[in-house]
């Protein structure tokens, strides 16, 4: 059986679940109707499916076949706060203030959802023996659902797990990502009126600005490659009303879990001498985390094959225009495109809004680290990983945005869904086929972690939400 055909023949079931849940647009851990309408097709696909994963109401787990090797693939259909977005080329919300799918994961999840199911079809013909798993991994935005996941021993017996990501470009994902851990410092203080009687009050606020100080010149004595943002949460009140409460919001990222790990800790001892400084009280609510992605470029090789034996996609005339209307509510957004493509791979796209080539795998691109933070690192640690990117949008996009809100509701963002599915599909019918590609990938692995146990991000007793 050809993976093209099985996907083409559904193709207008998958563009419709893919619909459906960017219509749903739900934010993180509350994806109940994305989840569901993932599920009743896996179930109506003949898959086993447990969706009573306990404390994460929106994951699930389904499953074709018997035996090994048992390779996956993961969904997300988390949405973003405020990023409602109608199917156009201007900005213009479906509803004022809602949430949207502003990063492409109705496409995401369905794509890994056609996979699934095509390679469900080459089990059931004989043609392939083994498992196939579907994992439907709730809230990736917040960064931890695979995490809790990977903690409960979800995917302890997996062989190998294939993904992607909607993007601007057609190629192996072959760049580590950075790790991450969240917290927010909650600062109490004591309200006072700020001109009659300051002495009697303790500025929650001034502690917060203490803690944003001591991050700030904490910064020069990190490893290269780690980075802290904030943001800062207080009381709407008035100058001269000495605040109560106020919280300070950080993230630690490094291209390392362990790294991370100790520079969060740093940051918390800084929390807690703010505090002490102000003579206020800090709460530490830990927020999160997740580990670095390792790829496995064992896989990543055989992905590449994969994707290189497909059709690129052809766009229409009317396709082509969206993608000239959309690529104009991005000034500058194209040239930095094209420009970056030159630099990494000496491919010249002047002439082009959209990737139209797939993109060689590149030695100098797998060794820099991605200084965002993806779910997946933690998976990556336990069983052999691999992505891909299919372009979703023309070169001229910004992530996070409106922009890939609209794409993701098109058709452009739905024939990169499709060809998606396609390179997963034959990616892992590659590994099915050769089961030694995945001992290959475990050594791999092993070597990478260096005798190292895995170790979770996460406290025990963790609760995501
Ligand atoms: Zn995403």
């Given at each position: 059986m050809n993976i093209?055909?099985?996907?083409?023949?559904?193709?207008?079931?998958?563009?419709?679940?893919?619909?459906?849940i960017w219509t749903y647009a739900e934010v993180g851990y509350k994806e109940f109707k994305s989840s569901k309408r993932l599920c009743d097709c896996l179930r109506e696909e003949g898959f086993k499916v447990n969706s009573d994963i306990p404390g994460l109401p929106t994951a699930f787990v389904a499953e074709y076949g018997s035996g090994r090797p048992i390779v996956a693939f993961w969904s997300e259909y988390d949405a973003l706060p405020g990023l409602s977005q109608k199917v156009k080329?201007?900005?213009?919300?479906?509803?004022?203030?809602?949430?949207?799918?502003g990063c492409g994961h109705n496409l995401l999840g369905t794509a890994s959802l056609a996979a699934a199911v095509a390679i469900k079809e080459l089990i059931k013909s004989g043609e392939i023996k083994g498992t196939v798993r579907l994992y439907g991994t709730p809230a990736e935005e917040l960064l931890t659902g695979k995490v809790v996941m990977v903690k409960m021993g979800l995917f302890d017996d997996v062989?190998?797990?294939?993904?992607?990501?909607?993007?601007?470009?057609?190629?192996?994902?072959?760049?580590p990502t950075s790790a991450v851990y969240q917290a927010k410092f909650h600062y109490k203080g004591?309200?006072?009126?700020?001109?009659?009687?300051p002495w009697n009050g303790r500025s929650a606020l001034d502690a917060v600005e203490l803690l944003n100080i001591s991050a700030n010149y904490l910064r020069e004595h990190v490893p290269p490659g780690t980075t802290l943002h904030y943001s800062t949460i207080t009381d709407p009140l008035a100058p001269n009303i000495v605040p109560e409460n106020a919280t300070a919001w950080y993230f630690?990222?490094?291209?390392?879990?362990?790294?991370?790990?100790?520079?969060?800790?740093?940051?918390v001892r800084c929390a807690k001498a703010a505090a002490e400084m102000t003579d206020t009280n800090v709460t530490v609510e830990f927020c999160g985390g997740c580990s670095d992605y390792l790829p496995n470029r064992t896989i990543e090789k055989y992905l590449h094959k994969a994707m290189e034996s497909c059709d690129p996609i052809s766009y229409t005339e009317e396709e082509m225009d969206f993608i000239s209307e959309m690529t104009k509510t991005l000034p500058g957004a194209l040239e930095a495109s094209q420009n970056q493509v030159r630099s990494d791979y000496g491919i010249n796209v002047n002439d082009k809004l959209i990737c139209d080539f797939f993109a060689p795998l590149s030695e100098t691109k797998r060794k820099t680290c991605i200084t965002g933070s993806m779910d997946i690192g933690d998976v990556s640690y336990i069983v052999p990983t691999a992505q891909i990117n299919i372009a979703c949008y023309g070169y001229a996009i910004a992530g996070h945005s409106w922009q890939v809100a609209a794409y993701a509701g098109h058709s452009v963002g739905m024939k990169g869904m499709l060809k998606a599915g396609e390179v997963m599909a034959k990616g892992a019918k590659l590994l099915f086929e050769d089961p030694e590609i995945i001992d290959r990938a475990k050594e791999e692995l092993k070597e990478s972690l260096g005798g190292k146990p895995y170790e979770s991000p996460l406290p025990e007793g963790y609760k995501p939400f």
């Amino acid at each position: 059986m050809n993976i093209k055909d099985i996907i083409k023949d559904k193709e207008k079931e998958f563009i419709d679940v893919a619909f459906d849940i960017w219509t749903y647009a739900e934010v993180g851990y509350k994806e109940f109707k994305s989840s569901k309408r993932l599920c009743d097709c896996l179930r109506e696909e003949g898959f086993k499916v447990n969706s009573d994963i306990p404390g994460l109401p929106t994951a699930f787990v389904a499953e074709y076949g018997s035996g090994r090797p048992i390779v996956a693939f993961w969904s997300e259909y988390d949405a973003l706060p405020g990023l409602s977005q109608k199917v156009k080329a201007s900005k213009e919300p479906s509803v004022e203030g809602a949430p949207g799918h502003g990063c492409g994961h109705n496409l995401l999840g369905t794509a890994s959802l056609a996979a699934a199911v095509a390679i469900k079809e080459l089990i059931k013909s004989g043609e392939i023996k083994g498992t196939v798993r579907l994992y439907g991994t709730p809230a990736e935005e917040l960064l931890t659902g695979k995490v809790v996941m990977v903690k409960m021993g979800l995917f302890d017996d997996v062989d190998a797990v294939i993904g992607w990501h909607p993007e601007r470009l057609n190629m192996v994902m072959e760049t580590p990502t950075s790790a991450v851990y969240q917290a927010k410092f909650h600062y109490k203080g004591k309200t006072a009126h700020a001109a009659v009687d300051p002495w009697n009050g303790r500025s929650a606020l001034d502690a917060v600005e203490l803690l944003n100080i001591s991050a700030n010149y904490l910064r020069e004595h990190v490893p290269p490659g780690t980075t802290l943002h904030y943001s800062t949460i207080t009381d709407p009140l008035a100058p001269n009303i000495v605040p109560e409460n106020a919280t300070a919001w950080y993230f630690v990222r490094a291209q390392k879990r362990d790294v991370a790990k100790s520079v969060y800790e740093r940051l918390v001892r800084c929390a807690k001498a703010a505090a002490e400084m102000t003579d206020t009280n800090v709460t530490v609510e830990f927020c999160g985390g997740c580990s670095d992605y390792l790829p496995n470029r064992t896989i990543e090789k055989y992905l590449h094959k994969a994707m290189e034996s497909c059709d690129p996609i052809s766009y229409t005339e009317e396709e082509m225009d969206f993608i000239s209307e959309m690529t104009k509510t991005l000034p500058g957004a194209l040239e930095a495109s094209q420009n970056q493509v030159r630099s990494d791979y000496g491919i010249n796209v002047n002439d082009k809004l959209i990737c139209d080539f797939f993109a060689p795998l590149s030695e100098t691109k797998r060794k820099t680290c991605i200084t965002g933070s993806m779910d997946i690192g933690d998976v990556s640690y336990i069983v052999p990983t691999a992505q891909i990117n299919i372009a979703c949008y023309g070169y001229a996009i910004a992530g996070h945005s409106w922009q890939v809100a609209a794409y993701a509701g098109h058709s452009v963002g739905m024939k990169g869904m499709l060809k998606a599915g396609e390179v997963m599909a034959k990616g892992a019918k590659l590994l099915f086929e050769d089961p030694e590609i995945i001992d290959r990938a475990k050594e791999e692995l092993k070597e990478s972690l260096g005798g190292k146990p895995y170790e979770s991000p996460l406290p025990e007793g963790y609760k995501p939400f």
